[in-house]
């Protein structure tokens, strides 16, 4: 049990790190609240479509980065301070502490404190955060995405079925069922983060995504 204090320090400081929300202060830099445009969604998608392909790459940018230094770090205190790097590997006793902090990346972003706990959608910060968990699991959920997303443009569909797809990645490269918990829970969220979404596409009135254009550009 002595990952347990540890560990919950380490999800308070990822939570309250990726609740920041780079989309909104992005859009907000040039004039837009994304809040009251499009879907409303803080994330690199909507901020895509209200602002142009530049903001969404680096809201995308800096979502993803958040969950990566947080996961990151805290593979790094915790296998250098408080236990065996091996002990913290998939299938091992402390492979838990870790998917919790994953877990706290994700909620963070999509119940932010600093939004009134509303933000995004998890997509972005949960690819970044498994880079810094396990790149298998990234590159996974990266693949699941683009097998979806990427013939059909719907983000929407990508993302969700890359979520659903999470805890079977981490069940497969052999993590407890302890460690596959808090990825149940961060796949039920983020579906249902995308609970309109999936409501429109069954509706067939979902948009495909596409990048706003400024003024004075082509389009």
């Not at 204090?5 to 920041?20: E, K, Q």
């Not at 994304?34 to 142009?52: M, P, Y």
């Not at 404190?113 to 955060?129: D, N």
Request: glycine share 12%; hydrophobic share 50%.
């Amino acid at each position: 049990m002595r990952l347990v204090i540890p560990t919950l320090i380490a999800c308070a400081i990822a939570y309250f790190v990726c609740g920041i929300p780079f989309g909104m202060l992005i859009a907000r830099s040039r004039g837009v609240d994304v809040r009251h445009t499009g879907s409303g969604n803080i994330g690199a998608t909507n901020v895509g479509r209200s602002v142009g392909a530049w903001a969404a790459g680096l809201t995308l940018l800096l979502d993803a980065g958040k969950g990566w230094l947080c996961t990151g770090l805290a593979t790094w205190a915790f296998s250098s301070f408080f236990a065996e790097a091996k002990a913290l590997a998939p299938g091992q006793p402390f492979d838990w502490a870790l998917t919790c902090v994953y877990a706290a990346c994700v909620l963070g972003h999509v119940f932010s404190p600093y939004l009134g706990f509303h933000g995004g959608k998890g997509i972005s910060v949960g690819f970044g955060a498994a880079l810094g968990l396990d790149p298998r699991i990234a590159f996974g959920l990266l693949a699941v995405f683009v097998v979806f997303a990427l013939p059909t443009r719907y983000v929407s569909l990508g993302s969700s079925c890359a979520a659903v797809s999470l805890p079977i990645w981490t069940a497969v490269l052999g993590y407890s069922p302890v460690a596959v918990l808090p990825m149940v829970i961060v796949a039920a969220c983020v579906v249902w983060a995308h609970r309109e979404n999936i409501r429109k596409l069954a509706h067939h009135e979902e948009k495909r995504f596409s990048f706003h254009h400024e003024e004075g550009t082509s389009k």
